[in-house]
């Protein structure tokens, strides 16, 4: 545990190597990663490499009660995994109740040595991540989301790099300060580690080259603003202008929410500040001079989402999707609150029905999906339909093991018939964690090539707490060794 304080409230918070955020977990693309996790406090623990494809290697994933048990106080466990076929920026965080409010961090993985980036080299590369702050401590945090129903629980402040910023009490000193040279190019590595909420960014005058989402390079795109989801990553290019040193422009990272949960509306603020090159002091009176504010999106503004998810498009011609024609499942999977159903109504509700119109009256079902099994190698299409019942609210759905490619999104109900002759079957973006759109539906397309238990859910806590979640349990191939999960580690924790 290690006191900080943030909002003039200070709290003992769990963090690693006493950090918050946690410190960066710095690799090359096919180096093999070893991390040895001690558990010095009273929780349990686990930790999840988020994005990490664990190629074999499932059990070095994470989720606690799903690939592993967590790791009890005193214990210890070693992570190993390859970090295979990935560049760019992923994050890692604890997996077991809602502990990575506090328990999380980026993974930066640089591209082989001798291989470039497909974009000019920065001069220097930032992680910035996002977070929550709440004054409550986190047990009583989940209890009241647990007990309140449908009612959201709120966080007191979000945070840029740990630190909330200058718009919210007793924080002018707690801001993030990213200083530049003019002229120069900076690559922010960019993390939402919220627990609850999808945020916009954007840093006044300036303006964001998309270049990177989820460790999957995209094709360059030039946006004011960038929407990322929890669990998402997105590595933008910024370009220093050419400003007097001193000149200050505000960074502003605030939620993007649908639906009627209640929300923080607040918003976190950075300071991008220019130097001279080789200044490394900050002058103290810059930060009153006055400052351009960006402007972000409405809170509610669904057409911003669908735009800028429509802008991310990978760079090469995948030979999957296009090329494997995925074999019908035809099976409805139900995702409901925490598996609960009454007995008092044992019929299920008719499926389909109109998911954006009226639900039906009987929204209880008996046939939740837990977990489903894939035979290796199966390509599989999957249809996220978002529904009514609650409230239209978008969800960032997180698969574990593998990156999908998003090729189809829309409003309203999913169209089987006419819906798939638009989709994108030639440059779809790649990534680990996509938002369902607020009353519309993602279609996805996997390889399920990497045989293991693989959690899937939404990276919402409060909707993870509340069952939005499913395992894939994906065969052994018949090709052997290399088609084959590897035996589980000797340290692997004990329940
Ligand atoms: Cu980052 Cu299962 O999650």
Known sequence: MTNVTRLCTTKALLTVNGQYPGPPVVAREGDRVVIKVTNNVKNNIS???????????GWADGPAYVTQCPIQTGQS????????????????????????ASIHGPIIIYPKKNASYPFPRPHQEVPIVFGEWWNA?????????????????????????????????????????LKVNPGKTYLLRIVNAALNSDLFFAIANHTLTVVEADAVYVKPFQTNVILITPGQTTNVLLTAMSQ??????????GPFAT????????????????????????????????MMKPTLPAPNDTSFAANFSQKMRSLGNPKFPAAAVPQKMDKQFLFTSNGVYNTTFPDNPPFPFNYTGTPPNNTQTLNDTRVEVLPFNTSVQLVLQDTSIATFESHPLHLHGFNFFIVGQGMGNYNASTDPSNFNLVDPPERNTVGVPSGGWVAL???????????MHCHLELHTSWGLKMAWVVLNGNGGRSQSLLPPPKDLPPC
């Open 47 to 57: 930790i999840h490499w988020h994005g990490i494809r664990q190629l074999r290697s």
């Open 77 to 100: 466990y070693v992570y190993k995994f390859i970090v295979k076929r990935q560049r760019g920026t992923l994050w890692w965080h604890a997996h077991i109740s809602w502990l990575r």
């Open 137 to 177: 401590d986190t047990e009583t945090v989940i209890n009241q989301a647990m007990q309140s129903g449908a009612q959201a629980n709120v966080s007191d402040a979000y945070t840029i790099n740990g630190l909330p910023g200058l718009m919210y009490n007793c924080s002018t000193n707690d801001t993030f300060r």
């Open 244 to 253: 007097p040193p001193n000149a200050t422009f505000l960074m502003l990272a």
């Open 259 to 290: 639906g009627t949960a209640a929300f923080d509306n607040s918003t976190s603020a950075g300071i991008l500040e220019y130097v001279t090159s080789n200044a490394t002091a900050v002058n103290s009176s810059s930060s009153s001079l006055p």
């Open 445 to 455: 397309r996997f390889l399920a090539d990497n045989p293991g238990v693989w959690f």
